[in-house]
């Protein structure tokens, strides 16, 4: 009778050890070693798991590898599922990953397991699968978000980087591109207005200035496409870099006296100008907080600058931010030195450069095409919309996907061509050079549509002759 008893107990504790290795198969056998009894009981599991809809694994964070302690307790199913990347891995298949595994791990941005320890506090917020304590604040691209009553509590300013206003854009069929770009993540639409642009709107003596007669000519008489850095390789001075100081101002105008210079000196005098010595020096205007165009050719006439290699852009940057506003050079009327070395001690030439007079082009296409190809690159005002600082490449035009705010910018005008659409239609472009350094746009230039006045960059033109 006892041996009876002892041959019972025996084949119960073999069951009892026979079912738990199947329970564990998956977790404690290699890869390919599951016999067909496993695989039917691995359907049968996955069935009854997938029964629960919860949010198991955006809940407690995803793991990379195998993580056996990366699992969520289901307490109304008796079972626990899986967060790790072992749970899709061998045969009979996924049979213990929670049932959100999908969307929430083997998402190419999803979370990464919290570091916080588990289980998680009652109080506090999740954002990407990591825990946040009560009353934290993040950054969300330009919005600030606090973590208050477990909820996050976010502002509402419009980001100048948006994933949505880039994807209408490339979806649709405007004749360019955009791209998000890593300089402008963060800020928001005012802030881009603000520290991007800074040229004040014409005022209306400079708009009621008269336009230079033009000598016009049929287009056909043109040359289907032109650039000055063909025309005049090794003179025209390539796009610089404003970063966050609103002086594109001081930038077009700067360029484009330098070419000017240049050219009107048929190459013997190469040097760009100092755009920080406009900048920080004259009084009349303000700074990295805006300026006039009218103003800036002005105190070139009469004060004149550096060069660049003599006073660069944002060398005294490590003084801090209120050194933007100091003058480092003097510059007296008449004279044509300064009265003290560079600021750049490399550099020894102090010479001041001055320019001629400033004067209006005529808005007529073809008056402003024969000005440059006569004479060189000239300056255009435009609006700007919050499109404009996502262009990356092809013939820009504002879109109705962005807002209707807009603010004043300057560039350089250096050129002209014309490409075939997508249905063959002929669409005439400008090419212009832009201030936001050359991993924007074109390599620093872009593209806008020609002859129809787009986004008013054919409404103001200015040039000179060069040296008075």
């Known amino acids: 009778m006892w041996l009876k ?3 019972l107990l ?3 504790i073999a069951n009892e050890v026979c079912m738990a290795k199947q329970l564990d198969s998956k977790r404690n056998f290699p890869g390919g070693l599951y016999s067909v009894e496993d695989g039917g009981f691995a359907k049968r599991n996955r069935t009854k798991r997938n029964l629960y809809q919860g949010r198991s694994c955006m809940v407690r964070g995803c793991c990379t590898g195998r993580d056996d302690d990366c699992s969520f307790n289901i307490v109304s199913k008796a079972a626990i599922c899986y967060c790790d990347q072992y749970c899709t891995s061998g045969s009979p298949g996924p049979v213990d990953c929670c049932a959100d595994y999908w969307d929430v791990c083997d998402h190419p941005v999803g979370p990464t397991r919290s570091d916080e ?11 990407d699968g990591r825990y946040y304590r009560e009353g934290t604040l993040i950054k969300d691209n330009c919005n600030s978000c606090k973590c208050f009553n477990s909820l996050w509590k976010c502002s509402a300013d419009v980001c100048l980087v948006r994933q949505d206003l880039i994807q209408g854009i490339n979806s649709g069929d405007y004749g360019w591109k955009a791209e998000n770009y890593s300089q402008f993540w963060g800020m928001t639409v005012e802030e881009g207005f603000r520290k991007r642009l800074g040229t004040f709107p014409p005022s209306h003596s400079l708009l009621n200035m008269r336009e230079a007669p033009g000598k016009s000519l049929p287009e056909e008489k043109f040359p289907a496409i032109f650039s000055a850095t063909y025309e005049w390789p090794e003179w025209i001075h390539d796009p610089l870099d404003q970063r966050n100081c609103g002086a594109s101002w001081a930038f077009s105008t700067a360029s484009v006296a330098a070419d000017r210079i240049t050219i009107h000196s048929k190459g013997q005098i190469t040097d760009n100008l100092s755009v920080q010595n406009l900048i920080s020096c004259d009084t009349n205007q303000h700074g990295c907080n805006g ?4 103003g800036a050719w002005r105190y070139l006439k009469t004060h004149g600058v550096v060069s660049y290699a003599c006073y660069p852009s944002f060398w005294n940057s490590h003084l ?17 030195y300064t009265d003290g070395p560079c600021p750049n001690a ?4 102090n010479r001041l450069y001055r320019c001629a007079s400033h004067y209006r082009v005529s808005s007529k296409e073809t008056d402003i095409m024969k000005e440059i190809m006569d004479k060189g690159p000239v300056q255009a005002i435009m609006r700007v919309y919050e499109d404009f600082f996502l262009y990356k490449e092809g013939i820009y035009r504002h879109t109705q996907k962005a807002g209707s705010k807009w603010k004043t910018h300057s560039v350089k005008l250096l050129g002209w061509g014309s490409l075939p659409d997508k249905k063959g239609q002929k669409q005439k472009f400008w090419i212009a050079a832009n201030s936001w350094g050359k991993s ?4 620093g230039y872009f593209r806008i549509l020609r002859g129809q006045n787009e986004c008013d960059i054919e409404k103001l033109i200015l040039a000179t002759l060069g040296e008075p």
């Open 5 to 7: 008893i002892q041959i």
């Open 320 to 336: 801090g931010p209120s050194a933007e506003n100091h003058c480092y050079v003097s510059s007296e009327y008449g004279k044509n």
């Open 117 to 127: 320890p588990w289980p998680p506090p009652a109080s506090g917020c999740y954002k």
């Open 10 to 12: 025996l084949y119960c």
């Open 291 to 294: 300026g006039s165009i009218d």
């Open 346 to 349: 490399l550099e020894k030439s």
């Open 440 to 443: 924007w746009g074109e390599n």
